[in-house]
């Protein structure tokens, strides 16, 4: 069973958890063959009892109705602008990374050189 057909599978579950016929693992094509689906399939059983669906509040869908309109309005008629984002001065972050890297090893060779210095010979052999 290939990746689509488990993509499939699990559509088909899903269309039945949200509709009114019920559709379990062991009905979707290859359920048997492939125990993934069927911990999927429980999963999403489970999270379906779980969530309740919610409905928007009619002041807010009507906002976002008229926002989306506009919106498409706009860009039939070419107005909108997509403002593109600033570039980005890899260098620069890149030579901060360098930097703060060259940082840390100065850090660690000095305290290593102090630990070394007040260890005895003794603790130095060993």
Request: overall charge positive.
């Given at each position: 069973?290939?990746?689509?057909?488990?993509?499939?599978?699990?559509a088909t579950h899903a269309d039945g958890l949200n509709g009114t016929a019920m559709v379990t693992a062991a009905n979707l094509p290859g359920g048997e063959s492939r125990p993934e689906l069927a911990e999927?399939?429980?999963?999403?059983?489970?999270?379906k009892l779980v969530l309740a669906p919610v409905r928007a509040p009619a002041a807010y869908r009507l906002k976002l109705e008229r926002d989306l309109r506009e919106v498409a309005r706009q860009r039939m008629q070419g107005e909108m602008q997509i403002a593109e984002p600033a570039p980005r001065p890899e260098w620069l972050i890149g030579a901060a990374v360098a930097?703060?890297?060259?940082?840390?090893?100065?850090?660690?060779?000095?305290?290593?050189?102090?630990?070394?210095?007040?260890?005895?010979?003794?603790?130095?052999?060993?």
């Open positions: 069973m290939g990746q689509q057909d488990v993509a499939g599978a699990l999927l399939s429980s999963l999403a059983e489970r999270v930097l703060v890297g060259g940082i840390a090893y100065l850090l660690r060779s000095r305290s290593r050189s102090e630990h070394d210095l007040s260890a005895t010979p003794q603790q130095r052999s060993a």
